[in-house]
């Protein structure tokens, strides 16, 4: 008897546990069992492979803490952008950072492929004055729509998003190492969904772009952005342009601003996770993990053109460099890589000239490619993304506050959780979404009803003061520099040197200040 007892008890527990899931607050507490279990289980991972770990994940954040100058751009942000006002909020696994970066960041992708991610992309390679090649990844359709969008564009009055004949056109900049990953197409697929025509940026030799020059771009050297801008906005001159960068990949958007000042073709732009200092940045120590999976990615993009870089690197050195800050000191400012680099600056006249020509060492390199650099010539507003649990930056005492609280065009909006490029949120219905991706769109759309208006005040007062004649002419003359550069005007803040502006601690912005009267008139002169 005790034999057939024990024969039918496996299968008497089976019944029993159904009978009791069958309740929901079995259910439950199954389910937190469950998760307590695995977090324990993540928490000794992390431990073992030393990740940094953060105790307050999961736990409810009330506020997004918005770091500004006291400006009516600021103002009209807070009241209108309802993105800010709603801090990512979600529970373990979703909230934390490392399970973050691994599906965001590091999950594999087809580089270069047509059909990323549900998204159909078009390539188009544009030849650069060097004779390099820089690639325009346009995305456009999702693989779920049977017809793309219709893209017409003809002169006239421009239109931010809502499917029109002339869509904003959003210029997507991956990271330093150019790859396209999850968090990339995503944001792809949720403006085209918007509205948007995003386009993927992809520097030379990277992204499956083919590397024609035996040079890679320097971190902070805009000025093969310059032309793709240039680029898009000779072909598409009634579409607005935007631009948001991910991680790394901010380094480049911030120099383009701070270089092209208000010459940029640029009306907004969005920063997620920036590097504000890449020299920091370079020499920070990573967590190992990361530090080794980056490594390894980076020497397999140079071992591709080992052959080719080697009439102006040291490649095989390079390659068996042991760290990220070596590996970017040998192939930028090593004696060979200067000569050569000078060598083609002798057949070439330009702008540029100078930073080719400059004493190749590591702090000479940062003077001239630090993203901040230009800070002060910046002239088209930046929002920035920031995380207090980014395992990938530097800590957040290393961010340049200053420059928030002085700067009109730069806000700063903090988080307690988001990871790097993360910033994952519970959408309502069970599902998840990217809280940074939501913020970026709709904060393009209330800076450009903040400039419609400003622009409808402007034509007023000249109204006012010269007639109608002077409305006509007022009006032909803000769209003749609509046609030029961007919708700001460039006035330097007085604050002293640059290099304080961006060290300098100062207290933190409340709305309730007093604001500082700054003019958003449009002007272009650099």
């Not at 000025?223 to 001159?237: F, I, K, N």
């Not at 053109?305 to 192939?331: F, G, H, N, Q, V």
């Not at 961007?486 to 803040?493: A, G, H, I, N, Q």
Request: net charge positive; charged share 20%; hydrophobic share 40%.
């Amino acid at each position: 008897m005790w034999e057939f007892f024990l024969c039918l008890l496996p299968s008497l527990v089976l019944i029993l546990v159904a009978g009791l899931l069958r309740w929901k607050w079995t259910r439950r507490f199954a389910d937190s069992t469950f998760q307590q279990m695995a977090h324990c289980i993540w928490i000794i991972t992390c431990r073992v492979l030393k990740l940094p770990h953060f105790p307050g994940i999961g736990k409810c954040q009330a506020e997004v803490r918005l770091i500004c100058k006291p400006t009516a751009l600021a103002s009209h942000l807070k009241k209108h952008c309802y993105a800010l006002a709603k801090p990512p909020l979600a529970r373990w696994p979703q909230a934390d950072p490392h399970l973050q970066i691994i599906t965001n960041l590091m999950w594999p992708t087809n580089e270069g492929a047509e059909l990323q991610g549900g998204v159909r992309f078009k390539r188009d390679n544009l030849l650069l004055e060097d004779g390099g090649i820089v690639a325009l990844d346009w995305a456009v359709s999702l693989i779920d729509q049977q017809v793309p969008v219709k893209r017409n564009h003809h002169p006239g009055g421009r239109v931010l998003g809502l499917h029109s004949s002339n869509p904003a056109i959003v210029i997507i900049i991956p990271n330093a190492l150019g790859r396209v990953t999850p968090h990339l197409i995503k944001l792809c697929r949720q403006a085209l969904q918007q509205g948007f025509y995003p386009v993927v940026f992809h520097r030379r030799g990277q992204g499956g772009c083919p590397l024609t020059t035996p040079h890679y771009q320097e971190f902070g050297n805009p000025t093969d952005l310059v032309q793709a801008v240039a680029y898009l906005r000779s072909h598409h001159p009634s579409s607005t342009l935007l631009a948001v960068s991910e991680g790394s990949g901010s380094g480049l958007l911030l120099s383009y601003l701070g270089e092209c000042g208000s010459s940029s073709y640029l009306t907004a732009a969005v920063c997620i996770s920036p590097v504000f200092h890449g020299q920091l940045w370079f020499e920070y120590e990573l967590p190992w993990l990361y530090h080794w999976i980056t490594l390894i990615y980076r020497k397999l993009q140079i071992n591709r053109y080992a052959t080719a870089l080697s009439s102006a690197m040291d490649a095989a050195k390079i390659l068996r460099c042991d760290s990220l800050r070596d590996m970017e000191e040998l192939m930028f400012c090593a004696t060979k890589q200067s000569d050569h680099r000078r060598s083609d600056s002798v057949d070439r006249v330009g702008k540029d000239s100078s930073r080719l020509s400059t004493k190749p060492d590591w702090v000479s390199y940062w003077e001239r490619n630090e993203p901040l650099r230009d800070a002060d010539e910046v002239a088209v507003p930046v929002l920035c993304l920031c995380s207090r649990d980014d395992p990938l930056l530097p800590p957040l005492s290393t961010v340049p506050e200053a420059l928030f609280h002085n700067s009109p065009y730069f806000l700063l909006a903090m988080t307690e959780q988001g990871g790097h490029c993360g910033f994952i949120c519970e959408d309502g219905h069970g599902g998840t979404t990217s809280w940074s991706h939501s913020v970026a769109l709709e904060y393009f759309r209330v800076v450009a009803e903040f400039f419609g208006v400003e622009e409808k005040k402007g034509l007023k007062d000249d109204f006012a003061h010269r007639g109608s004649q002077g409305l006509r002419h007022s009006a032909s003359a803000v769209l003749s520099r609509r046609r030029r550069s961007t919708l700001l005007r460039k006035e330097r803040p007085i604050i002293g040197s640059r290099r304080r502006q961006i060290s300098t601690p100062s207290d933190m912005f409340t709305f309730e200040e007093e604001q500082v009267d700054f003019t958003w008139n449009r002007s272009y002169t650099r």
